[in-house]
């Protein structure tokens, strides 16, 4: 089993430009959650994606969007870049969706963003 | 409302010696409690979790965690560090039964070990 995976490993970008960052779950999983994680700081949620369709948001601009296939796997696209949107973006699926109690996540080791 | 503050952005402790890392937290609702361990270029990793059974939690790699209600505290321990400990702690909190839009990370502690 190889976890979860992530694409690119390293990014760098303009400002003004756009990105697509795409995640492949954990076999079995068919839940994935994106999350962005600034430098010193802990992750924050942006989406969840289950059954092909945006289930949860924080609190993110509509820059940033996604999508799932139905194989599950799923990308993160950030449009307009701006400078403080240089993270790690870290991917995390699990099983079963939003119902019920907290289902485990299992995390990628991320993409690392830099906007200049 | 909820929130998570980790009491030490840094740790440093000698091999051998015992961890402990400070978790407060603010939930208003009963809360599940997970501590994550990140390793440099690796994702997180689940340590272990708190979801209203016994307080005392036992992890992976040997750490534990006590949730004290009355002090609204998680602490993450181990009596015995090893250099492979050396990671990013994040402790988090999130409503008993709920999903992935109100998990709450905290800022994490960076934990050293001294040969």
């Known amino acids: 089993d190889a976890g979860v995976t992530q694409s690119p490993t390293h990014l760098i970008k303009t400002r003004g430009q756009q990105v697509t960052l795409r995640c492949s779950p954990k076999?079995?999983?068919?839940?994935v959650s994106w999350y962005q994680q600034a430098l010193g700081q802990g992750p924050q949620f942006i989406f969840q994606y289950y059954e092909e369709e945006e289930r949860q948001r924080g609190n993110f601009p509509d820059r940033f969007s996604g999508h799932q296939f139905p194989n599950y796997s799923s990308e993160l696209n950030v449009n307009a870049l701006l400078l403080g949107d240089s993270a790690l973006y870290l991917c995390?699926?699990?099983?079963?969706?939003?119902?019920?109690?907290?289902?485990?996540?299992?995390f990628g080791p991320g993409t690392r963003l830099t906007v200049l | 409302a909820q929130s998570v503050t980790q009491l030490d952005s840094h740790v440093s402790v000698s091999e051998g010696t015992p961890v402990l890392l400070r978790c407060n937290y603010s939930s208003s609702y009963s809360p599940s409690l997970f501590w994550y361990v990140q390793h440099p270029n690796k994702g997180l990793q689940l340590l272990l979790k708190y979801t209203s059974a016994a307080t005392l939690v036992k992890g992976i790699n040997g750490f534990e965690a006590e949730f004290k209600k009355s002090e609204t505290s998680f602490h993450l321990t181990k009596p015995s560090a090893h250099m492979s400990d050396a990671a990013e702690y994040f402790c988090v909190v999130s409503p008993l039964y709920s999903s992935a839009s109100k998990i709450i990370f905290g800022s994490g502690t960076r934990l050293s070990i001294r040969p």
């Open positions: 076999s079995g999983h068919d839940t």
């Open positions: 995390a699926s699990s099983r079963g969706g939003v119902q019920g109690s907290y289902n485990e996540q299992f």
